[in-house]
């Protein structure tokens, strides 16, 4: 096959065993015979080096020596697979002028800007550009909240004692600063009549015959009961709890000073005068999630596309990819779900996962996470992925770490999680609050509780370690997840909150349950701005 667009190129080098610099891939497709000078470049390159630079190549093109006899290059790559896509991918524009506004479920709430790119040139269509040489002594990352390797829960009773106590302790410090907290037993003490504040986890949310709202909750001291009247408004936010949770009441202890008449409810919350960091230059990462290699419906084309772009002069300010979970598709995640897939190995579809992943220019740098259709313990927090899967992907040097994490890069911290927990808040709150259709709104009441995982004993497993690893201690500025399978994003607070869609369309499963989702999107976030683009590739 002829290696017309720079992913032809990537995809013959992922073939024999090298990523490569993303200017490096432009010289090679530009060239005027790309077989016999890819040829000549992985001739030129050391034996134990995994990365075509660009050195390599020019020196291959600058050589004297005559091409090397290639004839057609290509071979079994994953480009040349039958298309494993339903067909709902329609064929992309090639119009690099721009085009209309992604419309998507998750709109604009909150700002960002949601341009959408009509689709990414060829690269005959890249006029004179010869790419450009990213700058990667600029790139920093720091990882911080990765349960990888610390791990020490066994399952016992007193484990899940000790995370929910260091839950409460860290919310509470959050919240000390807006009520005078008193413990449960020390209300308890108190005089009918008198102010009280509470801070404590919520035990038991029910209604009273007469409509009002009855509160249960609990500190490390015992279990007090709040009642919220159905005709204060504060009794909508009622609506907003659930179980397990962090929160502060202020009220009035009723004249035997058995119960708090609430006046006030107060959330952990993100501070509204929160201001997010930026970087210091024009820089920018691609956010995806739910790539579902092994899949039947992985749209194996709409990635080709994402891809070739990131190729183009369009995409060379993107360095970082940043990717929420679910490489793969996972076995036994559902029911009957071998029927739905393609590769029915584990390890060879992580292994098919890699070959997709050297299609990304060599010189970007990957942030993963894992989700629950992946090869880790599905229980909250979960470690990165083991070592026999770190080197079946490790040819791209991609950094791995656990679910979820806040990754920095250049002064912008990231809080990726893969979003299990998305599902719950969907489920207990009201539509308007959180919806699958506008998913950036869960992850809202998600900052707004300053966890990720609030409610325990739902779908949700959690696992009891000696800290929990799912509180949301620094407030960051992008917080990115996935899970749901639908696109949107907004602000909360000056947070960007992005729910990036996935590489999947719609399996039997998922029509089975309603679910329609969003796939081929890639949200682009300017770092230096927080503004975004989402680039439609299906």
């Given at each position: 096959m002829p290696l017309e667009?720079?992913?032809?190129?990537?995809?013959?080098?992922?073939?024999?065993?090298?990523?490569?610099?993303?200017?490096?891939?432009?010289?090679?497709?530009?060239?005027?015979?790309?077989?016999?000078?890819?040829?000549?470049?992985?001739?030129?390159?050391?034996?134990?080096?995994?990365?075509?630079?660009?050195d390599h190549v020019r020196a291959a093109l600058d050589a004297e020596t005559p091409p090397a006899s290639g004839g057609d290059v290509g071979g079994d790559t994953p480009g040349e697979d039958p298309s494993v896509s339903t067909g709902e991918a329609g064929t992309r524009s090639q119009d690099t002028?721009?085009?209309?506004?992604?419309?998507?479920?998750?709109?604009?709430?909150?700002?960002?800007?949601?341009?959408?790119?009509?689709?990414?040139?060829?690269?005959?269509?890249?006029?004179?550009?010869?790419?450009?040489?990213?700058?990667?002594?600029?790139?920093?990352?720091?990882?911080?909240?990765?349960?990888t390797g610390r791990s020490t829960g066994t399952g016992e009773y007193d484990d899940f004692v000790t995370v929910f106590r260091d839950r409460y302790e860290r919310l509470a410090g959050q919240l000390r600063g807006r009520v005078n907290h008193r413990p449960a037993e020390a209300i308890q003490a108190m005089g009918g009549g008198s102010d009280a504040e509470m801070i404590g986890l919520v035990n038991d949310i029910?209604?009273?015959?007469?409509?009002?709202?009855?509160?249960?909750?609990?500190?490390?001291?015992?279990v007090f009961p709040c009642l919220v009247m159905k005709d204060r408004d504060i009794a909508e936010l009622v609506e907003e709890l659930l179980l397990d949770e962090c929160i502060a009441v202020q009220g009035t202890l009723a004249d035997d000073a058995g119960i708090m008449f609430v006046d006030a409810i107060h959330f952990p919350d993100v501070p509204r005068t929160h201001r997010p960091s930026t970087a210091d230059r024009h820089v920018q990462a691609a956010l995806i999630s739910d790539v579902h290699v092994g899949s039947q419906e992985f749209m194996a084309e709409a990635w080709h596309d994402f891809a070739d772009w990131l190729h183009t002069e369009e995409a060379e300010h993107v360095e970082y990819l940043l990717v929420a979970g679910d490489m793969v598709e996972g076995v036994g995640v559902y029911p009957n779900q071998d029927e739905e897939l393609d590769i029915v190995d584990i390890y060879d579809q992580y292994r098919r996962f890699a070959e997709y992943l050297k299609e990304v220019p060599g010189d970007m740098e990957i942030v993963m996470i894992p989700g629950n259709h992946d090869a880790v313990r599905l229980a909250e927090p979960q470690p990165a992925f083991d070592e026999t899967l770190r080197e079946i992907m490790s040819v791209h040097d991609a950094q791995v770490t656990g679910n979820p994490s806040t990754v920095t890069i250049e002064g912008v911290s990231v809080l990726m999680y893969h979003g299990v927990s998305l599902d719950e808040v969907i489920a207990e709150l009201p539509e308007e609050k959180a919806?699958?259709?506008?998913?950036?709104?869960?992850?809202?009441?998600?900052?707004?509780?300053?966890?990720?995982?609030?409610?325990?004993?739902?779908?949700?497993?959690?696992?009891?370690?000696?800290?929990?690893?799912?509180?949301?201690?620094?407030?960051?500025?992008?917080?990115?997840?996935?899970?749901?399978?639908?696109?949107?994003?907004?602000?909360?607070?000056?947070?960007?909150?992005?729910?990036?869609?996935c590489w999947q369309a719609q399996t039997a499963f998922q029509k089975s349950v309603n679910i329609d989702p969003d796939a081929g999107f890639a949200p682009v976030v300017d770092l230096d701005t927080l503004d975004m683009t989402v680039y439609d590739f299906s």
């Open positions: 667009t720079p992913v032809r190129v990537a995809q013959e080098l992922a073939r024999r065993g090298y990523n490569a610099e993303r200017e490096a891939v432009t010289l090679l497709a530009g060239a005027a015979d790309p077989a016999s000078a890819l040829d000549r470049a992985v001739e030129a390159t050391p034996d134990d080096a995994l990365r075509l630079t660009t002028g721009g085009g209309a506004a992604v419309e998507t479920a998750g709109g604009t709430s909150g700002g960002g800007r949601a341009a959408g790119a009509g689709g990414p040139a060829d690269a005959s269509e890249s006029g004179d550009w010869a790419g450009r040489s990213v700058e990667q002594a600029l790139h920093e990352i720091e990882i911080a909240g990765d349960i029910r209604s009273t015959a007469s409509g009002h709202w009855l509160i249960e909750l609990e500190d490390t001291t015992g919806s699958y259709d506008e998913p950036h709104k869960p992850m809202y009441q998600l900052l707004k509780k300053r966890h990720v995982a609030p409610q325990y004993g739902g779908k949700l497993r959690v696992a009891p370690e000696e800290k929990d690893y799912l509180v949301i201690d620094e407030v960051p500025d992008i917080f990115h997840t996935g899970h749901v399978h639908k696109l949107g994003w907004g602000k909360y607070h000056n947070v960007l909150a992005v729910n990036s869609g």
